[in-house]
């Protein structure tokens, strides 16, 4: 899409924007400094570069996959109006 292309109404339509006719100039300057800097970038240079998952070399701290608690089905369940099988019965939803 060349700069000059650019439909503010059409982009403010899909975006779901109402934009005045005051506001339209500068968020159309805005799009086309954005569109320039896409292009500034696609320009670089990265032969040679290889691609990352994530730009720092960090790793999560995670805990042990360890059961710490136990469900108690039966003490859950003893309020509930139907039961089957460790299963809560409802009403049908869908006919």
């Given amino acids: 899409m060349s700069e ?4 503010i109404d ?5 975006a779901a924007l109402r934009l005045s006719e005051d506001e339209q100039p500068g968020v159309l ?3 086309r400094r954005i569109i320039a800097m896409v292009d500034a970038m696609g320009a670089v240079d990265v032969s040679g ?3 990352l998952a994530h730009p720092l070399d960090a790793t ?4 042990p996959d360890q059961v710490t608690e136990e469900v108690d089905r039966r003490r859950y369940q ?4 139907a039961v089957r099988d460790g299963f809560y ?7």
Avoid: F, Q, Y
């Fill in 29 to 31: 300057a805005d799009l």
């Fill in 4 to 7: 000059n292309d650019i439909k």
């Fill in 89 to 95: 019965l409802v009403p049908r939803a869908v006919a």
């Fill in 49 to 51: 570069v290889e691609p």
């Fill in 60 to 63: 999560l701290a995670v805990r």
């Fill in 10 to 14: 059409h982009l403010a339509k899909l």
């Fill in 78 to 81: 003893a309020g509930a109006p």
